[in-house]
């Protein structure tokens, strides 16, 4: 027997039997119990490869063993060995999960067969759980790539969008860390953040779709420059349905010029018919726009943002939205420390 040799533990109430059997299985690490009780304190002790266990014995015995067992360690190899066996005890026995159910006076040659067939079954569910784990780890790991590419992408579109804007660098950024601190607030999911925090990011993607000339227009906009710019949500939305990565975060862009009032564009939505997305980057659109310096005029202070904010709550903004972004700004619009900055992946509901 060598050290690796695969482990048994023989439950019997009978003294000989737990002696013939060590003798048989002398090439593996035989322990030997002598009731159910104890065999499954010494498998919940040190664990076993296999247990060969009578079927009838006192305190407990080999099906309750046996659901034990299985319970605590599935991958463990079990053999019901009994001198009293009957056709429902053995099918119990199988419906448990038992390798084999073997009746006394047993043949050493077929004692021997079940448990290497059993100890084998072993191996292969062990082997194969651990080819099991390894390809999710490779899987999760090609996942999380491919998710810091795609996010890599969105970022360089965001900020290639937002150098066609009057806006100092980073606004796009600072959207999506203001509406994911927001919506945190707000109580939303980690599924529903990440479609927050892609819509917030690429809430001006429609303004590919709008010239040079009016965007980067220093004063007040003709009426047609301002239809031409209104254009911009339904746009940005057509992009977003286009790619089942992006589409989540289709509220934000097509909703993020909607008033709480109905005043606001392109639909003229009202109340909760603004998607929430929508709602909050409103808000924290408007406020980076506020503090940001543009050609036409200074950067207003945060002091000053917010109570612009605040006062257009039940007009222009949701008031729980806004209730939920001044909570957000007060704590500095932190970033959430148990997820990273873009949200674990999935559809939201």
């Known amino acids: 027997m060598t050290a ?7 439950a019997d109430d009978d003294p000989a039997i737990r ?13 030997e119990a002598g009731d159910g009780a104890e065999a499954l304190r ?12 009578d079927l009838q014995m006192p305190a407990m015995g080999g099906l309750e063993l046996l659901r034990r067992v299985k319970a605590a360690d599935p ?6 060995l009994t001198g009293a066996g009957t056709v429902e005890n053995a099918v119990q026995a199988l419906r448990l999960q038992a390798d084999d159910y073997l009746v006394k006076p047993f043949n050493v040659d077929e004692v021997l067969l079940a448990c290497e067939r059993a100890l084998e079954h072993r191996r292969l569910v062990l082997e194969n759980r651990g ?26 579109l965001a900020t290639a969008i937002d150098t066609r804007d009057d806006y100092t660098g980073g606004h796009v950024e600072r959207v999506a860390r203001y509406a994911a601190a927001t919506g945190r ?8 953040l990440r479609a ?11 303004k590919i779709g709008v010239s040079d000339t009016i965007l980067k227009k220093p004063g007040a906009l003709t009426d047609d420059e301002y239809q031409e710019m209104k254009r911009h949500p339904e746009i940005g939305a057509k992009v977003m349905a286009s790619s089942s990565f992006l589409r989540p975060g289709i509220g934000a862009v097509l909703h993020h010029q909607e008033h709480w009032d ?35 005029r200074p950067a207003a202070t945060d002091q000053d943002a917010l109570a612009e904010i605040r006062a257009c709550a039940g007009t222009q903004f949701d008031p729980a939205v806004v209730d939920a972004f001044l909570r957000a700004a007060h704590a500095g619009f932190p970033a959430d420390p148990e997820t990273p900055v873009l949200p674990e992946r999935g559809e939201p509901s």
């Open 42 to 53: 010494a498998f919940e002790a040190e664990g076993a490869d296999l247990v060969l266990s």
């Open 185 to 192: 607030e707000l109580g939303m999911a980690p599924v529903e």
């Open 196 to 206: 927050l925090w892609i819509g917030a990011l690429l809430h001006d993607v429609g």
């Open 262 to 296: 109905g005043s606001g564009y392109p639909a003229g939505l009202h109340g909760e018919e603004i998607s929430l997305q929508g709602r909050i980057v409103a808000v924290v659109d408007c406020y980076d726009a506020i503090v940001t310096s543009r050609p036409y």
């Open 4 to 10: 690796d040799a695969p482990r048994i533990l023989v």
């Open 19 to 31: 002696k013939a059997l060590g003798i048989i299985l002398a090439q593996y690490r035989v322990r």
């Open 131 to 156: 080819y099991q784990q390894h390809l999710e780890a490779r899987v999760a790991e090609q996942a999380r790539q491919l998710e810091g590419l795609l996010v890599d992408a969105l970022r360089s």
């Open 75 to 80: 991958t463990a190899a079990f053999i019901i």
